[in-house]
């Protein structure tokens, strides 16, 4: 694993076509130029930590999703509470990374999309950045 930068844009795009069917390209360098940290696992997925939590986590496979959010949650600041959001049904990967964190699930509404956006997993958004 590895931090990365503006120079692994075309990287995240790819993870970004065969997990959600569209890339995030501009999403991810408004992010870095925000100062958001990109986490990289080569050929394999990527994460964006920023202020208190994941604003972004999309992976070819389960394991690196998981790699990603552990090292997301390693370094996010925990003084005002770390958080993870956007966790579905198809994110089950997901809950004993969060619950091992020592983080709480609480249930919220509902994710809406349309047309066709991909598996959608491995893969947590942000509000802003479905």
Do not use: C
């Amino acid at each position: 694993m590895r931090e990365g930068d503006e120079s692994d844009i075309p990287f995240t795009d790819a993870v970004d076509r065969a997990v959600r069917g569209a890339a995030h390209g501009s999403d991810i360098a408004a992010m870095l130029r925000a100062h958001r940290r990109l986490f990289l696992i080569p050929d394999r997925g990527y994460a964006v930590l920023g202020g208190n939590g994941v604003n972004l986590l999309a992976a070819l496979d389960e394991e690196a999703a998981r790699d990603l959010l552990l090292a997301v949650l390693a370094e996010a600041p925990s003084e005002e509470g770390v958080h993870v959001e956007w966790i579905t049904a198809a994110q089950q990967w997901a809950v004993p990374v969060v619950l091992e964190a020592g983080l709480s699930l609480k249930p919220g509404g509902a994710v809406f999309v349309r047309g066709d956006v991909g598996p959608f997993a491995p893969y947590l958004p942000s509000g802003a950045y479905l």
